[in-house]
């Protein structure tokens, strides 16, 4: 087993393009059983920018996910992703799909190179054989995430956080300058939600855009620039500290967010009157300091992690 | 005792058996790879059967066999599509119910126009009496299949690993999973002339669940099921020689016996390999 994990050693000729948008107008889409999952959704996102995408369950996250990859028609409206149509963009590998965990079959029997190699399919020809490029951009792809000495495992026999990695660093091998991450943090340690989010900045800086479904609240506030909260259509799109607050959660999550209150009396035995609020659905919650409906979230501080 | 054992080298027909078997056998098993992954494997079943009443339809009317099939195989294919978004059976219930009707009209139809097809030979299959127009259609399903395949195996992978995945990178996973389906039916009718209705199965089922637990590799996964399908095909009809049995129980009896030799011995993936790998686990280190 070869030792050489470190995390900035290969990124060369793994993160190129830049300039990456995406442009979201009046976007309506109604599958063909009559539910109308999105209706006039808006939403314009820029070159170096994560950007979360945060509503409850059945608020249209996928279906709009599925809108950018062009598995759904639009009833009404346009994506432009990079100033091209979605077909067109697809074609030209512009978009990366992190998929969630749950929909991958672990018990295929591939390993950690073969589904790296698959984000260089789209670049191949009809016959898909791996030129010498393809091969070093997918161990370039895999020393970035740290996983380089896992190459010859078959993915079932990887931890959670590790399985994260892999597809990520198809992500990267895809060399697409829109990554989209279905869910990334959920079943993943700490530890590894931080190197996850350590290499979304690099990317960042590197003008990759990344839109992010999430049900993890608490990290939102982190290191995404940008939210945008829906429910069946756009609550609120822009940056996290204007739209991040706990009246447009309240908005987008209805009843079904859990709340706890405590105000300034319950802390602390003075006149302050600060309280604080915890906001979870169910995975790392959001913590509000403070007094006001309106007011945002500081971004908290993890362990082992610069502040930026 | 030698030349005992080259005789069924010496007849024209046991030869067309044996190279047919093997082909036939080989590109099942190469669509048993994918089959056994994505744990359609009673599709197979069920194509299998519902092909019957084309091939006995065929056979009375005497236009191609294949093309009687592919009818019944579309008709399958439509019916449990219909059947399944229309009501709120599950997936197994849809495919036991259409399956098993269109099996029965088969061998109504079979019984009521008797034809010089037998419905034993559909049912269980008669290589050693195969005509040679029928070699032909075999040959030529057979060799486009594996044509197709092999340009295409890569594609297929990827659209049964990771569908999603496989969309947004451009691929037509639509097309993709019809082309599959349609050289599954298109092989199952020829592999019901060498094994019947009742075995193919088998053909689409247990090589690749024999390799399956030989390698953790798709591309390996898919040479070891095509040898193992191939090879049980060949040697299989070779041997119903000699026993005078039905073909398709030998070669399905052969496979049966590789399987559970993998499934005992394989080594990682066996029964033997996961005792060890416990009791190492349960030593104290």
């Not at chain 2, 069920?46 to 093309?67: D, E, T």
Request: charged share 15%.
């Amino acid at each position: 087993m070869n030792m050489i994990a470190g995390p900035a050693s290969a990124s060369a000729g793994v993160i190129g393009q830049a300039g990456a948008s995406i442009s979201v107008r009046g976007l309506t889409v109604t599958y063909n059983t009559g539910l109308r999952a999105v209706h006039d959704a808006s939403f314009e996102l820029d070159p170096g920018t994560i950007c979360a995408l945060v509503g409850v369950n059945g608020s249209g996250k996928s279906t709009i996910f599925k809108a950018i990859m062009g598995f759904v028609t639009p009833a009404a409206g346009e994506i432009r992703l990079s100033g091209r149509p979605v077909a067109e963009a697809v074609r030209r590998n512009v978009v990366a799909y992190v998929p969630q965990s749950e929909d991958i079959d672990w018990n295929f029997p591939v390993l950690v190179d073969d589904v790296v190699m698959m984000g260089r399919y789209g670049h191949m020809n009809f016959l898909r054989i791996p030129s010498r490029a393809d091969v070093y951009k997918v161990h370039a792809a895999l020393e970035r995430v740290g996983m380089s000495e896992y190459r010859k495992r078959q993915i079932g026999e990887l931890s959670g956080g590790q399985k994260k990695r892999v597809f990520l660093a198809r992500a990267l091998a895809q060399e697409g300058s829109i990554i989209l991450l279905d869910e990334p943090f959920t079943g993943v340690d700490v530890k590894t939600e931080t190197a996850i989010i350590s290499l979304l900045r690099e990317l960042r800086s590197a003008g990759h855009l990344m839109l992010i479904s999430t049900h993890n609240l608490g990290s939102v506030p982190d290191f995404c620039d940008q939210v945008v909260l829906l429910n069946r259509t756009v609550l609120a799109a822009g940056p996290t500290a204007e739209v991040f607050t706990q009246a447009n959660l309240e908005r987008a999550f209805g009843g079904v967010l859990r709340q706890f209150n405590l105000g300034g009396a319950a802390l602390h035995d003075d006149e302050d009157p600060r309280g604080l609020t915890v906001l979870t659905d169910d995975e790392r919650p959001l913590v509000i300091y403070g007094d006001r409906k309106g007011q945002s979230a500081p971004p908290a501080k993890r362990p082992g992690e610069p502040t930026s | 005792m030698m030349a005992e054992l080259l005789v069924p080298f010496g007849y024209d027909y046991m030869l067309k058996a044996m190279w047919v078997s093997a082909l036939v056998g080989g590109v099942c098993a190469f669509l048993s790879a994918y089959l056994v992954m994505k744990g359609w494997s009673l599709m197979g079943d069920a194509l299998a059967h519902s092909v019957v009443p084309g091939v006995a339809g065929a056979y009375i009317l005497g236009v191609p066999f294949a093309v009687g099939a592919f009818f019944s195989g579309i008709l399958a294919s439509l019916g449990m599509a219909f059947v399944r978004q229309h009501s709120r059976l599950r997936e197994d219930a849809v495919i036991g119910i259409v399956f098993t009707s269109l099996f029965a009209l088969g061998l109504l139809m079979a019984s009521i126009w008797p034809t010089s097809v037998s419905v034993q030979n559909i049912v269980l299959g008669n290589i050693l009496a195969i005509s040679d127009e029928d070699v032909v259609q075999v040959a030529i399903i057979s060799a486009v299949s594996l044509g197709l395949l092999l340009l295409k195996w890569k594609d297929l992978m990827i659209t049964f690993f990771d569908e999603a995945y496989a969309r947004s990178i451009g691929l037509n996973t639509v097309m993709l999973k019809a082309l599959f389906f349609t050289l599954l039916s298109a092989c199952t009718v020829a592999a019901l002339q060498t094994v019947g209705a009742c075995l193919v199965i088998a053909m689409v089922v247990t090589p690749g669940a024999t390799a399956y637990l030989l390698t953790d590799r798709f591309g390996r996964l898919i040479v070891i099921s095509i040898m193992l399908g191939a090879g049980t095909s060949f040697v299989g009809a070779y041997l119903s020689y000699f026993i005078d049995g039905a073909t398709g129980g030998v070669i399905v009896s052969l496979q049966t016996l590789l399987f559970l030799a993998a499934f005992v011995f394989a080594p990682k993936h066996g029964i033997l390999a996961g005792r060890r790998r416990a009791a190492m686990a349960g030593a104290p280190v």
